[in-house]
C-alpha cells in the first residue's frame, strides 16, 4: 500500500489544530514534519517544542524529517516529543549506522535522506539499518519547488537496490514537488510513501487529494 504523508509545513499555522484535523478526516496516513536548522540547509522552521505540541493533537504517526547538521545532538529529543519514523540526512551525519541505531533502540523507525545530488550507491552500507529512505525530489529547504525528473530514475535504482538485498521491509519515501500529477509515475518507479506540502495544502479540497493518490496507486495495484 502507498502511504500519503501532507507536509505541515505547508500548513496554515495560525490553525494548525484545524488542518491536523482535516488531515485526518482526509485520509491521510502520516504527518510530516521538516526541522530546519538554517545551516544544513538555508531555511529555520520546526524544533521538537512543536513536534510535541503536533502530537498532543494527531491521532496519525509523526514522520520527522530532520534537515540539521550533527543529527545525533536531537535524536532523544525528537524522540521523546513524539517522532514515529525520525529520519537524518546522510549528508549531515558522521556516524550514520550509530544514529540510525540510536533512533531505533530508542523506539522509532529509522529513516536515512539523501538530497538530489547523493547517489543512491552512497546508502550501500546504510541500508540494512535504516526503515525507511527518503530520497529528496527537490534541494531541502523550502516546500513548493518543483520536482526534479531525474529523482524518477533514483526511485527506481534504490528499489532495485532493496530488492537486491532483500530488504523487502525498507520503504521509499519520496519529498519534494510531488503532485497528483506525476504522483503516478513516482509511484510506479517504485515509492511507498509519498510526502506532499503544497500540492496537498493548497489543494481546494483534501479529501479528494487524497483520493486521487489513492487512485493512481490501485492503478498500479499497489
Ligand atoms: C523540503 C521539505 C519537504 C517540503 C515538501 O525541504 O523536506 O518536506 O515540505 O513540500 P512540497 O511538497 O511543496 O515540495
Ligand atoms: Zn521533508
Given at each position: 500500500?502507498?502511504?500519503?504523508?501532507?507536509?505541515?509545513?505547508?500548513?496554515?499555522?495560525?490553525?494548525?489544530g484545524?488542518?491536523?484535523?482535516?488531515?485526518?478526516?482526509?485520509?491521510?496516513?502520516?504527518?510530516?514534519?521538516?526541522?530546519?536548522?538554517?545551516?544544513?540547509?538555508?531555511?529555520?522552521?520546526?524544533?521538537?517544542?512543536?513536534?510535541?505540541?503536533?502530537?498532543?493533537?494527531?491521532?496519525?504517526?509523526?514522520?520527522?524529517?530532520?534537515?540539521?547538521?550533527?543529527?545525533?545532538?536531537?535524536?532523544?529529543?525528537?524522540i521523546?516529543?513524539?517522532?514515529?519514523?525520525?529520519?537524518?540526512?546522510?549528508?549531515?551525519?558522521?556516524?550514520?549506522?550509530?544514529?540510525?541505531?540510536?533512533?531505533?533502540?530508542?523506539?522509532?523507525?529509522?529513516?536515512?535522506s539523501?538530497?538530489?545530488?547523493?547517489?543512491?550507491?552512497?546508502?550501500?552500507?546504510?541500508?540494512?539499518?535504516?526503515?525507511?529512505?527518503?530520497?529528496?525530489?527537490?534541494?531541502?529547504?523550502?516546500?513548493?519547488?518543483?520536482?526534479?525528473?531525474?529523482?524518477?530514475?533514483?526511485?527506481?535504482?534504490?528499489k532495485?537496490?532493496?530488492?537486491?538485498?532483500?530488504?523487502?521491509?525498507?520503504k521509499?519515501?519520496?519529498?519534494?514537488?510531488?503532485?497528483?500529477?506525476?504522483?503516478?509515475?513516482?509511484?510506479?518507479?517504485?515509492?511507498?510513501?509519498?510526502?506532499?506540502?503544497?500540492?496537498?495544502?493548497?489543494?481546494?479540497?483534501?479529501?479528494?487529494?487524497?483520493?486521487a493518490?489513492?487512485?493512481?496507486?490501485?492503478?498500479?495495484?499497489?
Amino acid at each position: 500500500m502507498v502511504l500519503t504523508a501532507p507536509s505541515i509545513l505547508s500548513a496554515n499555522f495560525l490553525e494548525l489544530g484545524r488542518e491536523i484535523k482535516e488531515t485526518e478526516e482526509a485520509g491521510a496516513d502520516l504527518f510530516h514534519i521538516d526541522a530546519m536548522d538554517g545551516s544544513f540547509v538555508p531555511n529555520i522552521t520546526i524544533g521538537y517544542f512543536i513536534v510535541e505540541h503536533v502530537k498532543k493533537a494527531a491521532s496519525l504517526p509523526l514522520d520527522v524529517h530532520l534537515m540539521i547538521e550533527r543529527p545525533d545532538r536531537y535524536i532523544k529529543n525528537f524522540i521523546d516529543a513524539g517522532a514515529d519514523i525520525l529520519t537524518v540526512h546522510y549528508e549531515a551525519d558522521r556516524h550514520l549506522n550509530s544514529t540510525l541505531n540510536l533512533i531505533k533502540s530508542l523506539g522509532a523507525k529509522a529513516g536515512v535522506s539523501i538530497n538530489p545530488s547523493t547517489p543512491v550507491s552512497a546508502l550501500e552500507d546504510v541500508l540494512h539499518d535504516a526503515d525507511v529512505v527518503l530520497l529528496m525530489s527537490v534541494n531541502p529547504g523550502f516546500g513548493g519547488q518543483r520536482f526534479i525528473p531525474h529523482s524518477l530514475k533514483k526511485i527506481a535504482a534504490l528499489k532495485s537496490m532493496i530488492t537486491q538485498k532483500g530488504l523487502t521491509g525498507t520503504k521509499i519515501e519520496v519529498d519534494g514537488g510531488v503532485t497528483v500529477g506525476n504522483a503516478a509515475d513516482v509511484i510506479g518507479a517504485g515509492a511507498d510513501i509519498l510526502v506532499m506540502g503544497s500540492a496537498f495544502y493548497n489543494s481546494e479540497n483534501y479529501k479528494e487529494t487524497i483520493k486521487a493518490i489513492r487512485a493512481k496507486a490501485q492503478a498500479h495495484g499497489r
